[in-house]
């Protein structure tokens, strides 16, 4: 009977959180596609915790009718040249190929991994420091798909750190020192 009342309380707490977090949802997009028809809706960017180097994150809960993401913002990906970038260059400065993953460290220390499904291209411009001194500053919108199995683990728990792992290199993310629920949070709006 105990086992019973305490599993009903954590179903009850859990449903509770999520539907706390879906009544103060802030929509970045909250739209109708003119294509499908179907709702669109992408919440707020939040951004991870400040460091002093790029690349930055911001990470949003997306909808597009269905279909659920959870979105990540890659921001000032920088990459040191001693030449002008071509546009070439600058096309080619941040890819995202399918089959990139995202892991995510949650609260308990296990990890939770989303995969990018279709290719990434970011967009691209750059900034001048003298003669022969150049910054390529790269941006990309990645959107993981989300399945009932995913929503559910990444809304039960909070998650503190995220790597994106992507053309051999390692994209480190921190939202702090301790677990915050701002994945929880974008995720539990689009529900």
Known sequence: ????IVLSVTVFMSFGST?????KCKWQTDTVSYSTGEPVRWTRWVRNRMIL??????????????????GLQV????????????????????IIPAGSTLSILMADDSIYELVVTKEI?????????????????????????????????LTTQRA????????GK???????????DKI???????Q
């Not at 009977?1 to 019973?4: D, N, Q, S, Y």
């Not at 180097?53 to 959870?70: L, V």
């Not at 291209?121 to 798909?145: L, R, V």
């Not at 929880?184 to 689009?190: L, M, N, S």
Request: aromatic share 12%; with cysteine.
């Open 1 to 4: 009977m105990k086992r019973l």
């Open 19 to 23: 539907v706390s977090y879906a009544a």
């Open 53 to 70: 180097r790029p690349p930055y994150a911001a990470i949003s809960g997306i909808s597009e009718g269905e279909r659920k993401y959870f």
């Open 75 to 94: 921001i000032g990906v920088d990459q040191k040249v001693t030449t002008r970038p071509t546009k070439e260059e600058l096309d080619a400065a941040f």
């Open 121 to 153: 291209i970011g967009d691209a411009d750059f900034t001048a420091h003298g003669a022969n001194s150049y910054t390529i500053n790269a941006f990309a919108i990645i959107k993981f798909p989300l399945d009932v199995d995913a929503i559910a683990a």
């Open 160 to 167: 503190s750190d995220m790597r994106l792992h992507a053309n």
């Open 170 to 180: 390692d994209y480190d993310f921190s939202f702090g020192k301790k677990p915050v």
């Open 184 to 190: 929880q949070k974008a995720i539990g709006c689009i």
